[in-house]
Each structure stands twice: as structure tokens, then as C-alpha cells.
Nanobody, 119 residues
Framework: QVQLVESGGGLVQTGGSLRLSCAAS????????MGWFRQAPGKEREFVAN????????YYADSVKGRFTISRDIAENTVHLQMSSLKPEDTAVYYC????????????WGQGTQVTVSS
């Protein structure tokens, strides 16, 4: 059973930082992409960032480039999203997700963690 459990959300001021974690369990995530998505009230879920487990290569949405950093801790089977220079528009529920290299769709999702950026 694959499980993804997010943590680290909370309330932060504009310009502040927050570190999200995604504890992944149930299997080795070698050959998986690990991603972060977010969804604000009344808006569609959007891609934030992902990383390939094997290489650590990363990719970011334009909206977060230069402010967010995704990383993986292989020993702990954990993915992190370090968020800096936060803006009110970053307010959303943040979800961790994963997909196999050969998959076209993210198949596994966490329960989400709320991030609120106050102005």
C-alpha cells in the first residue's frame, strides 16, 4: 500500500518561509516522479514542482521559480518543498503526488496540507 502523508502546512506572513514534507511509504520510489500540486478555493488544482527520484532533477511551475525548492531525502523516503518569499496567492491546499516513470498521470496522492499566507 503506497502512502503519501504531507505535513508542515500552516500560517505564515507574506515574505516568509515554510517547509512542507511528504512522507512516502509502501515501496521503493526508484523510477518515480514525485510532485507537489496545490489547489486554492474556487480554482483548479495546479502543478507546482516535481523531481525524479533517481536523479534529483527538478522542474518548477513559472509561478514558483526562484522561490520554491523541491528535494528528496532518499534515506528517509521523504520529499520536501521549501517555500520562500511567500505571497498571498500561494495560499492553497498543497498535495504530494507520485507517478511511475512510464505513467502519464499521477496515480498516488496525499491528503493535503493547508498553507495560508497572510498579507
Amino acid at each position: 500500500q503506497v502512502q503519501l502523508v504531507e505535513s508542515g502546512g500552516g500560517l505564515v506572513q507574506t515574505g516568509g518561509s515554510l517547509r512542507l514534507s511528504c512522507a512516502a511509504s509502501g515501496r521503493s520510489f526508484s523510477n518515480y516522479f514525485m510532485g507537489w500540486f496545490r489547489q486554492a478555493p474556487g480554482k483548479e488544482r495546479e502543478f507546482v514542482a516535481n523531481t525524479y527520484w533517481n536523479s534529483g532533477v527538478t522542474y518548477y511551475a513559472d509561478s514558483v521559480k526562484g522561490r520554491f525548492t523541491i528535494s528528496r531525502d532518499i534515506a528517509e523516503n521523504t520529499v520536501h518543498l521549501q517555500m520562500s518569499s511567500l505571497k498571498p496567492e500561494d495560499t492553497a491546499v498543497y498535495y504530494c503526488a507520485s507517478r511511475r516513470l512510464e505513467s502519464l498521470k499521477y496515480n498516488y496522492w496525499g491528503q493535503g496540507t493547508q498553507v495560508t499566507v497572510s498579507s
